[in-house]
């Protein structure tokens, strides 16, 4: 999908502040209310709008301690590497996985309460 500067506005306002309305976006971007839902939802089926989040303050929801962890694992391979993931996906302290190359094979971020 290539993009135009009103669909790049679009998004740099749904990532600024994704509770928008469609009517907020679209004053935003010069549009009416119409045309900019059916830009925003040809994004949504293009998967260039992956999913709507929101971010916490991480204090006021009681994880105030942080920890980047590298990890190594003893033989990287794809069964190994799905087997891996699998099981970071189910612990929710963990809040960011990340693949690496050179002598660590992940960088996992997190979060817990002090």
């Not at 998004?11 to 907020?24: I, P, T, Y």
């Not at 009416?32 to 989040?53: D, F, H, Q, Y």
Request: glycine residues 2%; aromatic residues 6%; charged residues 30%.
């Amino acid at each position: 999908m290539k993009l135009d500067d009103i669909d790049i506005k679009i998004l740099e306002a749904m990532q600024d502040n994704a509770a928008l309305s469609v009517a907020e976006v679209a004053e935003k971007v010069g549009l009416t209310a119409s045309p900019c839902w059916r830009r925003i939802r040809n994004l949504e089926t293009a998967g260039v709008i992956r999913k709507r989040m929101a971010i916490l303050d991480n204090r006021k929801v009681a994880l105030d301690f942080e920890a980047t962890v590298m990890v190594k694992i003893a033989s990287p391979s794809r069964e190994n590497h799905a087997f891996f993931m699998e099981k970071v996906q189910v612990i929710p302290e963990i809040v960011e996985a990340l693949t690496l190359s050179g002598d660590y094979d992940y960088l996992l971020r997190v979060m817990t309460p002090d």
